[in-house]
């Protein structure tokens, strides 16, 4: 029970750091404006900056890495 908990868990932050993603190179973000009950909106823009923090630190730690290179 505990492993499967686990594990859509981590599937929660990957599917939320991949539309920080694609908010950071197209500018496209779910309309939780048109979500019409107030907590969920709360809980499901939570979930969004969590994806912001996770993508923010990878691209901190692999921006330090010499695996990964800035190509412009």
């Known amino acids: 029970m505990f492993g499967k908990l686990t594990h859509l868990a981590f599937d929660a932050i990957l599917i ?13 973000t779910p309309a939780l404006s048109q ?21 923010d630190f990878a691209v901190v730690v692999l921006g330090r890495s010499k695996s990964f290179e800035r190509k412009r």
């Open 16 to 28: 939320s750091a991949f539309l920080a993603g694609i908010k950071r190179t197209t500018g496209l």
């Open 35 to 55: 979500v019409p009950n107030k907590d969920i909106r709360q809980i499901l823009g939570s979930f969004l900056e969590t994806g912001e923090y996770v993508f």
